[in-house]
């Protein structure tokens, strides 16, 4: 058996991965944490085999994390963000994880960590799987101005009308006009799921989900009834 813990400061993340590590025979869980000096304490104080880290996490990285360590277990950063890929490897990273994270993804890194833990071999760069047809960026025509916007930053959109506004992590909200519909094709829905007739959401900047809502930063956004089973199903993949 392999020991591990799972560091994230989502619940729904955290939720995730304890369900998929729930599934893996080899793998048993000692600990979930939502900061980075719950997971040193643990890790001070009882042999872990695996870590499973967020990267992005308030006052402490994942990165901090690992870099923190005097005695480094063997870990896998689970994480929304493609662009810390180089340095996830240069720190001798298992695998990295994009989220949204599908169970079959996360156990051939579980098994390659199987593999490198009981063989003693050394880890080595795996190419991060990501879809060709999704962009990182996309431009919007705002006033008189077309605006670059990172995909990754999107949170949240929410139809109004003719209109749509761009919720992102970065800058106040984007109006532009154009119709959800459209919107969506443009996107791609690797990582945004339609929840509503006037909602998509960003599945990575989900904070949690009670019934018939979702929690994004304190924006209760309602999930309807004909989008419901293709949410859980997403969130669940």
Known sequence: MISCIIIDDEPLALELLEDFISKISFLNLVATCSNGFEATNILHTQKIDLIFTDIEMPNFSGIDIIKSLEYKPHFIFTTAYSHYAVEGFNLNAIDYLVKPIPFHRFLKAATRALNIITEKVEPTPTIIEKPSNEPEYI???????????????????????????????????????????????????????????????????????????????EKWIPIGFSYKNDFIKKINC
């Open 139 to 217: 431009f919007v025509k705002s006033e008189y101005e077309n605006l670059k916007i990172n995909v990754n930053e999107i949170k949240y959109v929410e139809g109004l009308k003719d209109y749509i506004k761009i919720h992102t992590a970065n800058k106040k909200p984007i109006l532009t006009l154009n119709s959800l519909k459209n919107f969506e094709e443009k996107l791609g829905l690797s990582n945004f799921i339609r929840v509503h007739k006037s909602y998509i959401v960003s599945i990575s900047h989900i904070h949690s989900v009670q019934r018939n809502r979702i929690i994004i930063d």
